[in-house]
């Protein structure tokens, strides 16, 4: 089982950046998925989720309108579409995965996974000008 991210970099403020997680040993398609990410000095935050059935997304409210989870089933992978980037989003980008549900919420289903095979080695992301 392991999750692979990519994408990160260095960007300017107001760029966009697309994050990809590779899944491998599993499938994506019937499982919670989502992304954290650690801001300098702080504890790992949750960013975006969707849930296995795809009818339930939630995004924290600094990312609204900005950020967008999305998966594709025949490349087993998620994507993490960032737009309008800001200063403020400058973090190691974790992607997650929860092969069982542990909550209705799933932020809470995949933390519950934090530190297992089911969470990326992250990628950074530096939003500088």
């Known amino acids: 089982v392991q999750l692979q991210a990519s994408g990160g970099g260095l960007v300017q403020p107001g760029d966009s950046l697309r994050l990809s997680c590779a899944a491998s040993g599993f499938t994506l398609a019937n499982v919670d998925i989502g992304w954290f990410r650690r801001p300098p000095g702080k504890e790992p935050e949750g960013v975006g989720c969707i849930t296995s059935s795809g009818t339930s997304a939630r995004y924290d409210d600094s990312v609204k309108g900005r950020f967008t989870i999305s998966r594709d089933n025949n490349k087993n992978t998620m994507y993490l579409q960032m737009n309008s980037l800001e200063p403020e989003d400058t973090a190691v980008y974790y992607c997650?995965?929860?092969?069982?549900?542990?909550?209705?919420?799933?932020?809470?289903?995949?933390?519950?996974?934090?530190?297992?095979?089911?969470w990326g080695k992250g990628t950074q992301v530096t939003v500088s000008s």
């Open positions: 997650a995965a929860a092969p069982t549900p542990r909550d209705s919420n799933c932020f809470a289903s995949l933390a519950y996974y934090y530190g297992k095979d089911y």
